[in-house]
């Protein structure tokens, strides 16, 4: 299984604050890792795919970066409604299981 | 308008069997891969498995083969995650979601089944 290691479990920020989390994987996964948002009482939703490609209507703030084994999520200014934990996950083709990191909770402070 | 939507809370006893459904809609259902999420009370997301209903060609996480069994039934549109003999520790929210490809990321998720399995 490719493991992934997402960074860090929890952080506090301020409003319009640059936030950064990072998830590193095992193995090569050629970019395909993907983030999610997630707020208790409803479902994951994406925000990123391959990477970096921004999933429809979700902010431009929201911009994922890397390749290889080093991916990143940032949100270039924090938002209220961005309290949330958010997760990345691998689904690098035939590798199954398609595994999620660890998970960030993202309060503002 | 594209949509899953999944079957309602369960509340079991330990040993008992269950089976919770995720229909989707406003799409070719074939054509797209249904893969199932566990969550446990305060916990993160876990990959549980996948199946592509076209084909039923269906993958399981290490940790969950052979506790759960994933199927579909493309004449209904529907996936199904099941199990033949509930634990306490089986309790959790459950959600499936939709791929495209490994490219793609799960675009459309179901609202969750909360599976609550107590004596």
């Known amino acids: 299984d490719i493991q992934m290691t997402q960074s860090p479990v929890s952080l506090s920020a301020s409003v319009g604050d640059r936030v950064t989390i990072t998830c590193r994987t095992s193995q090569t996964i050629s970019s395909h890792l993907n983030w999610y948002q997630h707020k208790p009482g409803t479902a994951p939703k994406l925000l990123i795919y391959?990477?970096?490609t921004l999933q429809s209507g979700v902010p431009s703030r929201f911009i994922g970066s890397g390749s290889g084994t080093d991916y990143t999520l940032t949100i270039s200014s924090l938002q209220p409604e961005d309290i949330a934990t958010y997760y990345c996950?691998?689904?690098?083709?035939?590798?199954?299981?398609?595994?999620f990191g660890q998970g960030t909770k993202v309060e503002v402070k | 308008e594209v949509r899953l939507v999944q079957s309602g809370a369960e509340v079991k006893k330990p040993g008992e069997s269950l089976k919770i459904s995720c229909k989707g809609s406003g799409y070719t259902f074939n054509n797209y891969w249904i893969a199932w999420v566990r969550q446990l009370p305060g916990k993160g997301l876990e990959w549980m498995g996948i199946?592509?209903?076209?084909?039923?060609?269906?993958r399981y996480s290490p940790s969950f083969q052979d506790q759960v069994t994933i199927s579909a039934d493309k004449s209904i549109s529907t996936a199904y995650l099941q199990w033949r003999s509930l634990e306490a520790s089986d309790t959790a929210m459950f959600y499936c979601?939709?791929?495209?490809?490994?490219?793609?990321?799960?675009?459309?998720w179901g609202q969750g089944t909360l599976v609550t399995v107590s004596s």
């Open positions: 391959s990477a970096s």
């Open positions: 199946i592509y209903p076209g084909d039923s060609d269906t």
């Open positions: 996950q691998q689904t690098y083709s035939t590798s199954f299981p398609w595994t």
């Open positions: 979601a939709r791929h495209y490809s490994s490219s793609s990321g799960g675009d459309y």
